[in-house]
Every structure is written in C-alpha cells, then in structure tokens.
C-alpha cells in the first residue's frame, strides 16, 4: 500500500506538509496562513475535508502560523503537546486538541503515526513518521544533531523530509551575527547539508525511494549546491529539493511504487 506525499510549503517561511493513504490525509505544521493553505492545497487538487489531523512538531512561528483559523474554520483535530501549546500561547477549541507523547503511536483511520523526541531550541521539539501497513514516510526538520532517534526512524522510510538548513562554509562567511550562527549550528538549530548527507549515506534503508530535502536557509545555502551534493550518491532514490515559495508535487511512494528521478530541467528548485 502506498502513501501521497507533498510539501505545501518548506522553509523558514513556512512549513507544511501533506500525508495521505488515499482515504485519510494529515498535516505536519501549518506554518502558512490559512487562506494561502487553502489556495494551495486547490492547486494540487487536494481535498480539505480528507485532513484528518494536524500535529505541530513545535511552537516557531514557520511551524503554526495557520494553526489557529484553519483547525476553527476546518473542525480539523490537532494534536500537540501541552509544553508546545502553553509555549505558543495557542487560542484552541479545547475540545479539538489532543496530545501525543513518544509511548503511544496516534492511529487516524488508516494511518499511524509516531512522534519521537529531537534537538532544537524549542520547549518541546517532536519528529514524526507517518505509516501505513506496509509504507513509512518521515518528516525530520528543524533538526540539532542527527541523534539515535533519528538514525533509528530514519532507517524505517520509505520517503523523508530531511532538513538540509545550510552550508557550513556559507554560513560562516555570510553576515549573520555570531550568537545566530552559533544557535543555528550549535546542536540545538539545523541540520547542515553535509549532515543531512552522512545520515543519507549511512543509514539510509533499501527500500528508501524518495528524499525531500527540506528546510533550506534563504541566505545560508543554495538549491543547485543541495543537489550537486546528493545526486552523485542517490543510486536509485529520487532526490528533490523543496522550495521555500510555493508547493511541491505529489509523490507516490511505498512498496510498489517505483521512483521517477527527475532531469535536471525538471527538478524543483527554491530561488
């Protein structure tokens, strides 16, 4: 069985992106506005009335700024820890909010998902896979350090959105003041391109069909340079680099679902 995949928007701009097995579909973040989630979503023909669930990974503005009017205007269920919610100070129908923790994976219909502890500078920061019976799809951003719970979900994918923040030499060159280079690449910020490659290169599984590099600084790292990195090493895993500006296609992936690697010309860029 195969699971749709698409980001709606990556970035520190915003984050969103869509999971779905046909029938029942979520949301990880909504870091776009409500209206702009819907113009989306209609462009890729997607239906809202599917989303099921929303799960906010933590509380920065790029990861909930559409939380609040989509989940009233939608009835959509969301799914937070209370740390998060208190932290962003979220206005919630109390009756539409649900929390998670790493003990108990959250069925909705068809789909599971499970939430696991990460690094970020956050009150508390959660990752998630999202599965069905035979297909798993992380969704890994906002990432200090590529720890053991990483290493260990990451190995059960089918797809990922893997953070690829920036490049070490452009962030050191680039005028951002010290404290913020420092936050951004001190354990606790993003994951650097060549970290994101060495957990690619490591523990990537044999049945890993399609990276979605994700998260890229608009300052600090470059689409052309993600990709020139990784496309040497796919060997067979469809490499796309998300935008920062505007929505993704929908990926098809699992068990049966062959990868398509993109010609160059083809491939999605975030200028």
Same mark, same amino acid.
């Given at each position: 069985? &195969?699971? @749709?995949?698409?980001?709606?928007? =990556?970035?520190?701009?915003?984050?969103? /992106? /869509?999971?779905?097995?046909?029938?029942?579909?979520?949301l990880?973040?909504?870091?776009?506005?409500?209206?702009?989630?819907?113009?989306r979503?209609? %462009?890729?023909?997607?239906?809202?009335? &599917?989303?099921?669930?929303? +799960?906010? &990974? !933590?509380?920065?503005s790029? !990861?909930?700024?559409?939380?609040?009017?989509?989940?009233?205007? /939608? *009835?959509?269920p969301?799914y937070? @820890?209370? =740390? @998060? %919610?208190?932290?962003? %100070?979220?206005?919630?129908?109390?009756?539409?909010?649900? !929390?998670?923790?790493?003990?108990?994976?959250?069925?909705?219909?068809?789909?599971?998902?499970?939430?696991?502890?990460?690094?970020?500078?956050?009150?508390?920061?959660?990752?998630?896979?999202?599965?069905n019976?035979?297909?798993?799809v992380?969704? +890994?951003?906002?990432?200090g350090?590529?720890?053991?719970?990483?290493?260990?979900?990451?190995? $059960?994918?089918?797809?990922?959105?893997?953070?690829a923040? /920036?490049?070490?030499?452009?962030?050191e060159?680039?005028?951002y003041?010290?404290?913020? $280079? @420092? %936050?951004? #690449?001190?354990?606790?910020?993003?994951?650097?391109?060549?970290?994101?490659?060495?957990?690619?290169?490591?523990?990537?599984?044999? *049945?890993?069909?399609?990276?979605?590099?994700? !998260?890229?600084?608009?300052?600090?790292?470059?689409?052309?340079?993600? *990709?020139?990195?990784?496309?040497? *090493?796919?060997?067979?895993?469809?490499?796309?680099v998300?935008?920062r500006y505007?929505?993704?296609e929908?990926?098809?992936?699992?068990?049966?679902?062959?990868?398509?690697?993109? #010609?160059?010309?083809?491939?999605? +860029?975030? +200028?």
């Open positions: 069985m &195969s699971l @749709t995949i698409a980001s709606i928007n =990556s970035g520190s701009n915003g984050n969103c /992106y /869509y999971i779905s097995n046909g029938s029942e579909a979520v990880v973040d909504i870091g776009l506005s409500c209206r702009e989630i819907e113009l979503l209609k %462009r890729m023909q997607l239906s809202i009335e &599917s989303i099921k669930a929303i +799960f906010i &990974s !933590h509380e920065h790029d !990861h909930i700024k559409g939380l609040v009017i989509f989940s009233a205007k /939608y *009835h959509v969301v937070i @820890t209370e =740390s @998060t %919610r208190k932290e962003a %100070r979220l206005k919630l129908d109390k009756k539409n909010v649900f !929390h998670f923790n790493e003990a108990t994976p959250v069925v909705i219909g068809g789909l599971t998902i499970t939430a696991f502890s990460k690094h970020h500078d956050a009150a508390d920061p959660y990752s998630f896979t999202i599965s019976s035979t297909t798993t992380g969704v +890994f951003t906002d990432i350090t590529p720890c053991d719970n990483l290493i260990v979900h990451f190995k $059960k994918c089918h797809a990922a959105f893997l953070e923040n /920036y490049d070490e030499e452009m962030l060159k680039g005028n003041p010290y404290i913020l $280079k @420092t %936050r951004i #690449k001190g354990g606790k910020g993003h994951l650097s391109n060549r970290q994101a490659l060495d957990l690619f290169l490591q523990h990537r599984s044999a *049945h890993l069909s399609h990276l979605l590099l994700s !998260h890229l600084s608009k300052n600090n790292n470059n689409p052309q340079l993600v *990709h020139q990195l990784f496309e040497p *090493h796919a060997k067979g895993v469809a490499i796309h998300l935008s505007e929505e993704s929908l990926f098809t992936v699992g068990a049966a679902a062959k990868p398509v690697i993109k #010609k160059p010309s083809q491939l999605q +860029f975030s +200028f």
